[in-house]
């Protein structure tokens, strides 16, 4: 008979299965348990919204910042440093205000009322910069005072040189404006004490608080997040600049001759690409600098530049410009591997031949990156000939090269001791002012080209203008390559105008800026040339609260002359 008999049994039903089944289910069921346990505490986590004082109305933070407590001992219920936070002084003072909106629109108030166990002091005693209280009531003011500018972090209060006085430093950033990087002030406030209430007097100019202005500490702490070249130490550290921090931009040094045979290097030499304008020493040197870090090689620079004759008074091209006075040479070493050529020169020539170091020379910009990953030479040289424009450094990006070396532009910025110069002039203004770039000068003299920037840009046709676009009365700075700003003398019936000449004292021979500069070039004095002139325009442009520019707003012609506006639109 067909078909099956009817005592068969499969075999997960076989007597000597049943065991290992029932194993199999359980183990099911914890695995789905354990899913849905997963599940649900997921879902909690993503949907939970504590109570955060950052994110609660002006007068919630307020009520945050000036809160008295009478206890004598307090748990410490603060959390990680971070810039996010509001810390109290005796925790390092770091604190930051959700953009800084809310906290200036706080209510105003200039004094703090201790309770009466605290106000047990001798009043002739010195003012205790570090209690809690007096940092809230300064960081309360501040807010107050400063209402155009974002706050960032606070720095810890140091005591002044009364006793009645403290300095605190702060990072910030206007609260209008395209820049988005941040600035830092450090001021003296004059507080008064009578019985138990504290009282800000006044607050100082800008940078007067020097007490708070911290330096740099001579360790060898590391950057989080960043692993610096093997055996490439800086004498002063590898932190980050905080608030109303010195600039270190000295030198890296290599540590040992260990450390220096067992790395590898990248050099350039040779071309065309010196005393050309700063955009092609910069589309060259960033080439360069992104195929050593392609190759995981340390960049051999050369820290001098050519200054371009557009640029000097001489109106001569100048040799033995230092890097650093143009740019943020402690960010570069910080974030890339780079070594001076001179010292690099002395050390080859000291241990070539003694451990055998091995050069490899590349004469033909062709060669491809990728060809020379393979290499295990110490040092690859590349040379460029006399022939431009085959002998520009940037050939070297060109091309497929294009798509496997990537230029690093994050790694170079605008020379610290620049935009400190910026800072002290928005703070100047108040960072409450318009900004207008003019552009005259060989332009508005070249009518074949511009045809109209001479006209439009006269003072009637700027008051025409601008009167739709600034209110009257506002203040206005005007960022021009105009030689003689008295030809913006009508606009002063309308507006209170301000341009770089008119703070000179802070680049003449009393100021920060040019002792600065002397010791990096050797005691000798540094000519404010005009491209940091033009640095500092730029960047005061930028943080205006409207900014106008030359062409678009102030006239039709095109910025690179008659017919190319179509072709810059691309």
């Known amino acids: 008979m067909l078909g099956r008999p009817v ?40 949907t939970y919204e504590p109570d955060d004082p950052l994110f609660q109305s002006p007068t919630k933070i307020t009520t945050f910042l000036t809160s008295i407590s009478n206890s004598t001992f307090q748990s410490n219920n603060t959390v990680i ?9 005796k925790q390092t003072a770091l604190a930051t205000f959700g953009g800084g909106t809310d906290a200036a629109e706080t209510k105003e108030t200039n004094s703090y009322e201790t309770s009466s166990s605290e106000c047990e002091v001798d009043p002739k005693e010195p003012l205790d910069c570090k209690d809690p209280e007096v940092f809230q009531l300064m960081m309360q003011q501040a807010i107050e005072r400063f209402k155009d500018i974002h706050f960032n972090r606070f720095g810890k209060p140091t005591p002044g040189p009364e006793g009645n006085t403290c300095d605190m430093a702060w990072r910030f950033r206007p609260k209008q404006g395209k820049a988005t990087g941040f600035n830092k002030d450090y001021r003296r406030f004059v507080i008064n004490r009578e019985n138990c209430t504290l009282s800000v007097v006044s607050i100082g100019e800008y940078h007067s608080g020097v007490n708070a202005r911290k330096k740099k500490k001579k360790n060898k702490n590391k950057v989080p997040g960043y692993e610096p070249a093997s055996g490439l130490q ?16 000295s ?13 590898k290097y990248l050099i350039y030499v040779g071309g065309a690409d010196r005393c050309k304008s700063m955009k092609h020493y910069l589309w060259s040197f960033l080439c360069a600098l992104g195929e050593a870090q392609y190759l995981k090689r340390t960049l051999v620079m050369d820290m001098t530049l050519c200054l371009s004759s557009v640029y000097t008074s001489s109106n001569q091209d100048e040799e033995g410009k230092d890097f650093r006075f143009y740019f943020d040479f402690e960010h570069l070493k910080q974030a890339a591997s780079v070594l001076d050529q001179d010292q690099f020169w002395q050390l080859w020539d000291k241990w070539q031949r003694k451990d055998k170091l ?30 431009e424009p085959d002998n520009y450094w940037y050939r070297v990006c060109e091309g497929e090269t294009g798509s ?30 318009d900004s207008v770039h003019i552009v005259r000068g060989e332009k508005a003299r070249n009518r074949d080209l511009w045809p109209n920037l001479a006209q439009d840009t006269s003072p009637d046709a700027l008051l025409l203008t601008l009167q739709n676009k600034i209110k009257d009365g506002r203040d206005v700075y005007i960022a ?11 606009l002063e019936h ?9 703070y000179t004292e802070l680049w003449d021979q009393s100021s920060e800026w040019y002792s600065d500069t002397a010791k990096l070039n050797n005691g000798a004095p540094v000519e404010f040339d005009d491209y940091m002139r033009a640095s500092v325009d730029a960047e005061l442009f930028l943080r205006g609260k409207k900014q106008i520019e030359t062409f678009n707003d102030l006239t039709n012609d095109c910025k690179d002359g008659v017919n190319t506006c179509n072709t810059a639109a691309i």
Request: aromatic residues 10%; charged residues 25%; positive net charge.
């Open 480 to 490: 021009t390559n105009e030689a003689e700003t008295s030809f913006f003398e009508p």
């Open 7 to 46: 005592s068969y049994r499969t075999r997960s039903s076989r007597p000597e299965n049943l065991g290992k089944n029932s194993l199999h289910m359980i183990a099911n069921v914890c695995l789905t348990i354990f899913v849905i346990g997963a599940l649900v505490v997921t879902i909690i986590a993503a």
């Open 251 to 263: 030198l890296p040094v290599v540590e040992s001759e260990r450390a220096f045979i067992h790395r």
């Open 81 to 89: 440093r971070t810039g996010e936070d509001l810390m109290a002084a």
């Open 358 to 387: 091995s050069l490899y020379v590349v004469e033909d910009f062709r060669v491809s990156p990728k060809k020379l990953t393979e290499v295990k030479h110490s040092l690859i040289m590349r040379k460029f000939g006399f022939v």
């Open 404 to 433: 496997v070396v990537q230029r690093p532009w994050d790694l170079v910025r605008k020379s610290r001791r620049l935009m400190d110069l910026v800072a002290a002039i928005g703070s100047k203004l108040n960072w409450d002012y």
């Open 494 to 502: 309308k507006y209170t105008t301000h341009f770089l000449n008119d």
């Open 234 to 249: 800086d004498q002063g550290g590898f932190s980050l600049p905080a608030a109303g921090e010195m600039v270190n931009d």
